[in-house]
């Protein structure tokens, strides 16, 4: 750390070789659950019940069985470090594979870090420790449909669209949205 008239600051080096990649801890709780919740407000444009949401985030935290969370932080000098994204991920078992599949979920980038390789170094951090690990056999990530701009990262940092769509049945959030989207389906 080098030191001015103003007192101890970081170095001069880019921030994003400054940024450090690592598993989420309870103390990311409220900043994950803040996160998430604006993830799904822009990009799916629902109001997640925010205890609910947290409650759901530590259950994860504290079951990393079921998947873990991956925090981006900046350094600050005399300041506690500033989160500025985060990933998810869950596990889906292949039984012809006779391995997992890591699911990449909630991704989510703070705007003024956008476009900054931010999500490229969390992508490659899952990356390098999904490939160590001889039962994981390859990651997968779903995307709204019409989120272009997302779709264009995830194809940049080496992802290929799957021949698979995705169906669903949720017993919770489409209580709340019933029939929203698709109307004349009733």
């Known amino acids: 750390m ?10 001069a080096m880019p921030v994003i070789d400054r940024l450090h990649i690592r598993p989420a801890t309870e103390a990311d ?26 409650q759901g985030t ?3 935290l504290a079951a990393p069985e079921h998947g873990f969370f991956m925090v981006a932080e900046l350094p600050q000098a005399e300041q506690p470090r500033q989160l500025i994204g985060q990933l998810m991920v869950t596990y889906e078992w292949s039984d012809w594979r006779n391995a997992v599949f890591w ?8 705007p003024a870090w956008r476009r900054q390789g931010v999500y490229r170094r969390m992508h490659e951090k899952v990356v390098e420790t999904a490939k160590a690990d001889p039962n994981v056999c390859g990651i997968r990530l779903y995307v709204e449909r019409d989120n ?3 779709q264009s990262v995830y194809r940049r940092v080496g992802l290929q669209s799957s021949a698979y769509v995705v169906y669903e049945q949720d017993f919770v ?14």
């Not at 080098?2 to 170095?11: I, N, V």
């Not at 959030?173 to 009733?186: G, I, S, V, Y």
């Open 29 to 54: 709780l409220d900043a994950i659950a803040t996160f998430s919740a604006a993830m799904a407000l822009e990009t799916e444009g629902r109001k997640l019940d925010h205890a609910r949401l947290r």
């Open 103 to 110: 699911w990449i979920q909630s991704v989510y980038v703070a």
């Open 173 to 186: 959030l489409n209580r709340l949205h019933k029939l929203r989207d698709r109307p004349d389906e009733a």
């Open 58 to 60: 530590k259950a994860l």
């Open 148 to 150: 272009g701009m997302a």
């Open 2 to 11: 080098a030191e001015d008239a103003r007192g101890p600051r970081l170095s």
